[in-house]
């Protein structure tokens, strides 16, 4: 498995290139998935057609987003020890929420009791517990120690 940075201004520069890249070297195999990491869902579709419309076919392709690929390549990579300590935000963000309402009587939690209860917009909550995710996700990254601690 080989990584190839390319970059651009220019997403057809870049879709260019990446035609060109994916016939000078194909894969080993042709069951395994060519994977080509793409930040948006918008932008994995129309690479996906620029492919077919430069090679007449695009097939086997896995267009996975930073996180996910890095995610999967971490629980490949990293030991059985660390790879449990690897926190996925969006499962978090409902397990806080589960867990908010009984926390909301403790005193520590005032502030955030009287935030949420100022808005009657139930999606409030759901928001709070998704940044909350994401810090953690942050953590997990940038200061696994905390989280392990």
Avoid: C
């Avoid at 987003?65 to 963000?93: H, S």
């Amino acid at each position: 498995m080989s990584l190839i940075l390319h970059k651009s201004n220019r997403l057809e520069i870049l879709a260019q290139r990446l035609a060109e890249e994916t016939l000078r070297s194909p894969l080993s195999s042709p069951f395994a998935p060519e994977q080509i990491i793409v930040p948006a869902q918008g932008l994995a579709q129309w690479l996906k057609l620029e492919l077919a419309r430069r090679h007449g076919i695009a097939a086997n392709l896995e267009l996975p987003f930073p996180r996910g690929f890095f995610f999967a390549l971490m629980q490949n990579v990293l030991p059985e020890k660390t790879r449990t300590g690897l926190i996925e935000p969006d499962a978090l963000t409902w397990r806080l929420m589960e867990k908010l309402e009984a926390l909301l009587e403790q005193p520590a939690f005032k502030d955030i009791k009287s935030y949420l209860v100022n808005s009657p917009d139930p999606r409030r909550k759901f928001q709070l517990a998704e940044r909350i995710a994401s810090l953690f996700d942050q953590y997990s990254v940038y200061r696994p120690e905390w989280i392990d601690a």
